[in-house]
């Protein structure tokens, strides 16, 4: 069996995280996506929506993010989009990737992380909310 | 996700096993807050680690400052290939010594 689509809508609420990682293994391995595939499609979802719960809403007001992966020829292209604060993780400024251990800053390396393993990603705020496109290859 | 902890010639080995992200990273973070008296070195064994996330890589540099300054070496051995591509573009793989085995760490450090 192949899954093509998979949607998913979810609380602002880190709880979310487990069924979410479940859901996207499921999809993962009923789509046989690669090992590495895999791990960059769960990572770059953990990382963003992490994100938006942790900063998105500031007043602690409940919302909700969508999250939908699309298997579409030789790319899973995912679709984050939550209704917090707009923001642009994109226009972070890049990590310290070269100093010593003593220097090396902790944290600041998820978008980093997404942004560098994607084949592409773009940002757009949409009828308020922050809507991530990402794709990532099959071949790895 | 699972934390074991052995010591073999002076070697402190902590193996984790499953997942380690923004939900499990404190356990780690809590374990790996003490070096243990009498420790030449720290070896985390991340064979059976099936996945890493930014908030992972968070506790191990901050266990990698802690050892440095106590003056213990930290290495890291047995990275599957989707978690070894994660300490590569964090540019943790220049940074922390990564072993392919434990038995190869261990003919190093011990």
Do not use: W
């Not at chain 1, 699309?70 to 917090?84: I, T």
């Not at chain 1, 972070?92 to 100093?99: I, Q, Y």
């Not at chain 2, 540099?61 to 050892?67: E, F, G, N, Q, R």
Request: hydrophobic residues 45%.
């Amino acid at each position: 069996m192949i899954i093509a689509q998979l949607d998913l809508r979810l609380a602002n609420d880190l709880a979310e995280l487990e069924p979410l990682v479940r859901a996207l293994e499921f999809f993962a391995e009923a789509s046989a996506l690669p090992e590495k595939v895999a791990h960059r499609l769960t990572l770059a979802v953990d990382e963003f929506v992490n994100n938006a719960v942790d900063y998105g809403y500031a007043d602690r007001r409940a919302g909700e993010i969508t999250v939908s992966v699309r298997h579409r020829g030789e790319e899973v292209e995912v679709v984050l989009a939550d209704d917090g604060d707009a923001f642009d993780p994109f226009t972070a400024p890049a990590p310290d990737l070269t100093s010593s251990i003593e220097e090396r800053r902790i944290g600041g390396l998820g978008v980093h992380l997404v942004r560098t393993l994607a084949a592409r990603f773009a940002y757009r705020r949409e009828d308020g909310c922050n809507v991530v496109t990402l794709a990532f290859t099959l071949d790895g | 996700m699972q934390i074991d902890r052995f010591v073999e010639k002076d070697v402190v080995i902590t193996a984790v096993r499953g997942r380690l992200d923004s939900s499990t990273s404190p356990k780690l973070d809590e374990f790996m807050a003490v070096i243990p008296d009498g420790s030449s070195a720290l070896l985390l064994d991340f064979a059976e680690l099936t996945y890493i996330s930014s908030a992972g890589l968070r506790v191990v540099l901050k266990a990698a400052k802690l050892a440095k300054g106590s003056g213990v070496t930290l290495a890291i051995c047995g990275l599957i290939p989707p978690v070894h591509e994660v300490f590569d573009v964090s540019g943790f793989s220049t940074l922390i010594p990564i072993h392919p085995t434990r038995d190869a760490a261990l003919a190093i450090l011990a």
